[in-house]
């Protein structure tokens, strides 16, 4: 059934057209089969460090910084041996053996990517099954295999869990999954939220415009679950998702193929206030004595997708330019301050993106100096507060950015952004959602 009157074009990460007036629905994660995909592979993959056991175990390296078993060794080949483990572990977690587990073997054995069956998950309500059961099968098949002892076996328990249970995630564990543990979650319905920007930049291997996409994917798919894409909210949501995060009418490639040479952010601005005038989104209303005109919109929904969409260009066309992603709290605060004086409407999700701006500023470059935008997510005490429309922006200036901070988005997501970019719709969503959209238009 369709809802929404709304119609709009899908374009790749290159600005090519996929497919023509295609119903706003089709790119709701309730409907959208990629999407569907996209969030139950978040859920079901997990990455195994068999390299990191196989050091763990040889040292007695384990749990963590500075967390170090003197004495203790075992010396065994799990990286020469990850075929043979690979086999074992998709034996161990099969529920069926035509089910939809998977183990695969990367990095010439230091790495396995791991799909946990639908089913094991189906039969719990937590999605730390996946993380769960491949640790609990990889020490069995560990153990069995390289025949440890009862001596040696609680070695390759902290190898491959780390130091859970005394700590509340696996710290210093091998075994890792995309979703933090529930009770790092900020609320309900935040588990989604919870994904740095660091693991989508890697993850979608720096593509700035697929960087947004997984990352808008997450972050409005957390809508649903969190209960606040209901209602009129609904399409707000909807249309945020489509044109900030999937390019929805090429609009945020094509504001950066205008602005790129010599844009500047408020040549962005400019951009997106003519291209709101010119698609019927916004109208003149009165003009000031100062000569000043101001704006007004009978789709306030529709001005907000496109506001974003243009938050999303100038972030792209001031970090870009920089190479650098330390720019991001800066385009949150003045893209809307320059939008909101330029036509007297709100800025993006009604002043929450600018508030946004103004603390991340001072969490990572003034006073406090807590991190450089890479490890942000939106269930951070700082980047929480818009819902949607932050941390899509970040991913991409992360994605951007060429190396200039201390701690890189490759050494903080490590293993699991590497992993999991095997993963193709994980790494290309544009493409999958794009093409997904466009094969059940029909249906609405």
């Known amino acids: 059934m369709r809802k929404y ?23 709701s994660p309730l409907t959208n089969p990629a999407i569907q995909k996209i969030i139950n592979f978040v859920k079901q993959c997990v990455a195994v460090n068999l390299e990191g056991i196989q050091n763990a175990l040889a040292t007695g390296a384990v749990g963590g910084k500075y967390c170090s078993l003197r004495g203790r060794s075992v010396k065994k080949d799990l990286v020469a041996n990850a075929g043979a483990i690979a086999d074992a572990l998709k034996e161990n977690l099969q529920v069926t053996a035509k089910d939809d587990t998977e183990v695969r073997v990367l990095k010439g054995g230091k790495h396995l990517l791991v799909l946990v069956p639908s089913k094991r998950l189906a039969a719990g309500v937590e999605y730390t099954t996946s993380a769960t059961a491949t640790a609990a099968a990889l020490c069995h098949v560990l153990i069995d295999k390289f025949k440890i002892d009862m001596w040696d076996a609680d070695l390759v328990h ?3 869990w780390g130091r859970y249970p005394q700590t509340m995630e696996m710290l210093g564990g091998n075994v890792a999954s995309l979703l933090s543990v529930p009770q790092q979650n900020e609320g309900m319905g935040y588990a989604l939220r919870n994904i740095m920007a660091a693991h989508t930049a890697m993850i979608t291997r720096k593509n700035a415009m697929n960087a947004a996409a997984l990352s808008s994917i997450l972050e409005q798919a957390a809508m649903w679950e969190m209960g606040d894409a209901m209602g009129n909210f609904e399409r ?16 945020v490639y094509s504001i950066v193929k205008e602005n790129a040479k010599t844009g500047t952010l408020g040549d962005v601005v400019k951009s997106t206030v003519q291209r709101a005038i010119e698609d019927d989104v916004i109208r003149p209303l009165r003009k000031e004595p100062s000569g000043f005109t101001t704006y007004t919109t009978n789709d306030m929904n529709k001005w907000n997708a496109y506001a974003a969409a243009g938050l999303m260009a ?19 605060i003045y893209f809307d301050d320059l939008l909101e004086r330029e036509t007297g409407l709100p800025g993006v999700d009604f002043g929450r993106v600018a508030g946004t701006g103004v603390e991340m500023s001072f969490f990572s470059h003034s006073i406090y100096g807590g991190g450089n935008p890479a490890v942000f997510a939106g269930n951070h005490i700082v980047t929480r507060h818009s819902k949607g429309f932050t941390i899509p922006c970040v991913s991409a200036a992360v994605a951007l950015d060429a190396g200039t901070t201390i701690y890189t ?16 719709e994980l790494r290309e969503p544009l493409k999958y959602v794009n093409e997904a959209a466009a094969k059940i238009k029909g249906d609405f």
């Open 5 to 27: 009157k709304d119609l709009i074009n899908l374009h790749d990460d290159r600005g090519r057209l996929i497919a023509s007036e295609v119903p706003i629905q089709t790119v």
């Open 158 to 160: 902290a190898a491959v």
């Open 236 to 251: 707000f949501h909807l249309l945020g998702l489509a044109y900030q995060g999937l390019n929805a009418d090429n609009l």
């Open 314 to 332: 100038g972030t792209m066309v001031t970090c870009g330019s920089a190479r650098a992603m330390q720019h991001t709290p800066s385009v949150f």
């Open 409 to 424: 988005p490759e050494k903080l997501s490590g293993v699991i952004g590497e992993v999991l970019s095997e993963v193709p």
